[in-house]
């Protein structure tokens, strides 16, 4: 009877389907001095539905990663998706992921906040939209994180994904105006972001993988730069295809 049963559950949820994964867009993105407060805002240019998720990728010459806060206006969890902080150049870049389960309206704002900040210390953030990413605590599959000087840097997971179907997401801070940046295949190139000096500029990628692997992504800079990144993966929305697993 247990073996009938097990056989029975294994072929239910081989036939759930599994809702399609997404890039809804960037909706916010800006960079800034650090002021007093350590925080930065930026305000969203687009609703955003329940059943979404949010991600906050942010880069910044601040002095450490420790109790960073993401917070909306109504009350989104955000938890992290992956930091990596550099200690020869104090710069860091993390990215911080939110299951919607509260909408917020266009014109609502995200605050990113660090612990410290300090003269000269800028921030660069950006607000991406994704659907069909299974939106419970335990979905991030792999990670990766480097920091050096090279005109193309490389960010791989370490190790090959569990799941077949992963959203892979890049963030990488780099000293310089990135002029003709660009993603290998089969990474597609997010926006860039760069102070108005730009002595701190971000960019990012991603892409939805298709069976397990060891995902990475490789950053063409045009000329050799200091850089710092970070890679994560989050597993697709593939138990409920309702993007709340």
């Keep these: 009877m247990r073996v009938?049963?097990?056989?029975?559950?294994?072929?239910?949820?081989?036939?759930?389907?599994?809702?399609?994964?997404?890039?809804?867009?960037?909706?916010?993105?800006?960079?800034?001095?650090?002021?007093?407060?350590h925080v930065q805002t930026l305000t969203?240019?687009?609703?955003?539905?329940?059943?979404?998720?949010l991600i906050v990728a942010a880069v910044a010459d601040a002095d450490s990663l420790a109790n960073l806060i993401v917070s909306d206006a109504v009350g989104n969890y955000?938890?992290?998706?992956?930091?990596?902080?550099?200690?020869?150049?104090?710069?860091?870049?993390?990215?911080?992921?939110?299951?919607?389960?509260?909408?917020?309206s266009a014109g609502s704002n995200i605050n990113i906040q660090y612990w410290m900040g300090g003269s000269g210390e800028s921030s660069?953030?950006?607000?991406?939209?994704?659907?069909?990413?299974?939106?419970t605590r335990a979905v991030l599959d792999r990670v990766g994180y480097g920091?050096?000087?090279?005109?193309?840097?490389?960010l791989r997971a370490m190790g090959t994904t569990v799941a077949s179907s992963d959203l892979v997401l890049a963030v990488?801070?780099?000293?310089?105006?990135?002029?003709?940046a660009t993603f290998v295949a089969p990474a597609?190139?997010?926006?860039?972001?760069?102070?108005?000096?730009?002595?701190?500029?971000?960019?990012?990628?991603?892409?939805?993988?298709?069976a397990a692997s060891t995902p990475a992504v490789t950053t063409n800079l045009g000329a050799s730069r200091n850089w710092v990144g970070l890679l994560g993966t989050i597993y697709a929305d593939v138990l409920f295809a309702d993007d709340f697993d």
Excluded: W
């Design 147 to 154: 920091a050096g000087t090279s005109a193309a840097p490389t």
């Design 78 to 104: 955000f938890t992290p998706m992956g930091g990596y902080r550099d200690p020869q150049r104090k710069r860091v870049a993390v990215a911080m992921r939110s299951p919607i389960k509260l909408p917020l």
């Design 172 to 180: 990488l801070a780099y000293d310089g105006s990135p002029g003709a």
């Design 44 to 53: 969203l240019s687009a609703d955003v539905t329940r059943g979404s998720t």
């Design 188 to 210: 597609t190139a997010l926006g860039t972001h760069c102070t108005g000096d730009s002595a701190l500029c971000m960019n990012g990628a991603y892409f939805f993988t298709a």
């Design 4 to 37: 009938q049963a097990a056989v029975a559950i294994a072929l239910l949820l081989s036939g759930v389907p599994t809702r399609a994964q997404q890039f809804l867009g960037e909706i916010a993105a800006g960079c800034t001095a650090l002021p007093a407060s």
């Design 124 to 135: 660069c953030a950006a607000v991406y939209v994704f659907r069909g990413v299974a939106a």
